[in-house]
Structures are given as C-alpha cells and as structure tokens.
C-alpha cells in the first residue's frame, strides 16, 4: 500500500505542475482561482490563544459534542459519547487516494498537498446530540488545509453542524461514507470576514436506504466555494440539498453541486436561494448526472435569485445529463428583484421600509431553514440562524445609507 507521506508528495508535484484551476476550466469558469490564490503557502500552524472566542452554533444546546480548529489544527478534544470514535487520517492511507480523481481535481490535489491535519470520524450507532466542528483563523496570513472522514455505519445517524469563520484561507475536504440505512444531517454556516478565502468541498457516498439532508448558510467571507458531489451506490438512496447565500460589498460565492446517480431507485432534490447586494457576485452550478442503469430516478434542481443592488451580478448553470429514459428529472431557475408590491403592501400597514425590506428578505429564504426541522436541536439552530440573517440585513441596509 502507498504511503501517506508518498501520497502526498506526489500531490505537491501535481499542485506544483498544474497550480490553481482558471476559467478555461469549465468546471471553474466563473471562480478563476489562478487570479486570485498564490501559488504557495506559508502555513503558520499559530498556537490557540487564550483571546479566541468562538461564535459556536450549540452554545446553547445542552450536551452537544464540540471539535474546534484554530488555523488547522485540532484542539483538545472533549469526552466522546458512545458510538464516536476519531482516529488520525494518517493511520489510514487507503482513504486518502481511491481513485483517479483524488490526483487530478484541483481541490483534492491542492489540500493533499498542504495538508496539515486529518481525522477520521467513525459513528456506528444513533447519536442523538449533534455534533459542531467549528473552522477559525486568526490570522489573514494564515492558510489552514483539513481533511475529514465521516463513515457512518448500517443503521447509524448523526447531526453535523460545521460552522466557519475567521481570516485568512481555509481549504476544507470532507468525505462521507454512509452505509445502509444511515442518516446524516449536515449544516454548513460559512461566516467568515471579507478577507476569508475558503474552498470548501463535500464529497458524499450513499448505500442502499441511505439518506444525507444538507442545509448550507453562507453570510459573509470574501472568496468562497462551496461544492458538494453526491454519489448514489444503491437503490433508496437520497440526498438533499438546501442553500441560503447572502452576500454583499465585493464578495464572490460560488455554490457547486454534482449528483452522480448510478443506481436505479433514489432520489433527490436541490434548492438554492440567493440574495445579492452591493457588487456582489453569486454563482449556482447544479448537474445532475443519471446513467443508463438508473431508472426510476427521481431528481430536482431549483435556484432562485433575489438582487438588491443593479451592480450585483449572479451566473446561474443548470444541468442534466441523463442517460435512461424511464425518469422524472426537472431543473428550474428565476433571478428577479424585491417585490415591491409586497412591499408597498407592508409599508401601507405603517411599517418602514428597512423592516418591511428584511421581512420580505427573511421570507425568502425561510423555506431553506425550514429544512432543520428534522435537526436535533433544529428550533434553537433556527433561532440562531434567524438573528445571523437578521444582523446581515440590517447591516446591509446600513451600509446602504451610508
């Protein structure tokens, strides 16, 4: 078997060879990371300070599990309840490389190549208290590269808030395994500062009956992708895909999702929801792939684009590529501005018009953060999620007068 320190110094050579992807990359057209990233990192590995204080999602959710990395590296790590065990991802060659993509997507190579932490994360039962893994750096010089397993055994189920923020840049891979009957709930928050650069990249593979819901929240940060590829290895197998982007000043998001149906019988769905003000620019890529064995797919893609400033601009691609014929595959998408009728509606009930502008706003993209209904802990995550977009808005607006 290839060692993981061979495995990585191939992947040096491939990042050194092939840098950063730029727009003549299809998949990368309208996030060139080429202009944008330099070609090496300086990683600082800085020590956890005593002066870091972490906007934690669970802070108010009794017993939830905690993981904390400060500039890439894990902190002390609490007691794990029964069925969590993390082990190091270097005692684990054979799931770092597993196919040809693993040495020729750029994020794969890139994060291999700078790596400076790797856990596994095995769950072989259900857990009921959700599980944070919270991203911070404190430095914008810092560059921070991790790498996550997650295998969930037959039958196994767990909530999984991932939360984001800080400086500097954050390459983040996560892959997935879930085995039969498994349940895998993932909320993503992506609330950086403007100076953040993170790539982000979800990579997920699903059994029979098994079924991941993914909820992703992005509020800030200056440059960001955030791509999800789900693989469906057996029939009953379903993923959902849920987005809220809100981006303002010059800030550049860009939401990624591939599903690659290879089984007969699954599903999915894909809704994404964005809203753009100031110069800010917001990218939704969506392919679904259903191969020639796969019948009776059912799969939907929609993406809606609410603009508040006309120097915003939003690049929207939808696709379906599908090769059997007995499926219900749909793809949808609509950019508009604020409903002003709504609008005049609520300010004719003699509410401003800042307020009446974040009620309309907030109802946009409250049928995302319905999806954490089903979360452990959901109601208090949409309590929370609510005063973040709620604070977003009224900064926006305040921006705006200024």
Avoid at 321 to 346: K, T
């Amino acid at each position: 078997m290839t060692s993981f320190n061979h495995m990585q110094q191939e992947a040096k050579e491939v990042f050194a060879a092939n840098g950063w992807p730029n727009k003549r990359n299809e998949d990368w057209h309208y996030t060139d990371l080429s202009a944008r990233l330099p070609s090496s990192f300086q990683n600082q590995s800085l020590e956890l300070s005593e002066d870091v204080r972490l906007d934690n999602l669970t802070c108010d959710v009794e017993d939830a599990l905690q993981l904390d990395f400060i500039n890439g590296l894990l902190t002390e790590v609490e007691e794990l309840p029964d069925g969590v065990e993390i082990s190091a991802l270097i005692d684990h060659p054979e799931l770092v490389q597993q196919s040809d993509e693993d040495v020729t997507d750029p994020l794969l190579y890139a994060n291999l190549a700078h790596l400076e932490t790797g856990i596994v994360i095995d769950v072989s039962q259900v857990i009921e208290e959700p599980m944070e893994i919270h991203f911070h750096n404190t430095s914008a010089d810092e560059a921070s590269f991790v790498r996550i397993i997650f295998r969930l055994a037959e039958g196994a189920s767990l909530t999984l808030l991932e939360s984001h923020s800080g400086w500097g840049h954050t390459q983040l891979v996560s892959d997935v395994y879930q085995h039969e009957d498994s349940m895998l709930r993932h909320l993503r928050l992506h609330q950086a500062e403007d100076t953040q650069v993170s790539l982000l990249l979800n990579r997920v593979s699903l059994d029979a009956r098994a079924h991941y819901h993914n909820v992703a929240i992005s509020l800030s940060g200056g440059l960001g992708r955030l791509e999800t590829r789900v693989t469906f290895n057996a029939p009953g197998s379903h993923a959902g895909l849920a987005t809220a982007l809100l981006s303002g000043g010059k800030q550049h998001i860009d939401i990624t999702t591939r599903l690659n149906h290879l089984s007969a019988d699954t599903t999915s769905d894909t809704i994404a929801r964005t809203i753009l003000d100031d110069e800010a620019c917001g990218i939704f890529q969506g392919k679904v792939i259903v191969h020639e064995d796969a019948q009776r797919v059912e799969a939907t893609q929609k993406s809606d684009a609410l603009m508040l400033s006309a120097d915003a601009m939003m690049n929207v691609k939808p696709e379906l590529e599908i090769y059997a014929d007995d499926v219900a595959c749909a793809h949808g998408s609509a950019i508009g501005e604020i409903d002003h009728e709504a609008l005049f509606f609520l300010r004719s009930r003699g509410i401003d018009e800042e307020a009446a502008r974040i009620m309309l706003v907030e109802g946009f993209v409250s049928e995302i953060l319905g999806r954490l209904d089903d979360f452990a802990a959901g109601a208090v995550l949409q309590e929370n999620l609510l005063k973040r977009v709620a604070t977003f808005l009224k900064k926006s607006a305040y921006d705006a007068g200024n």
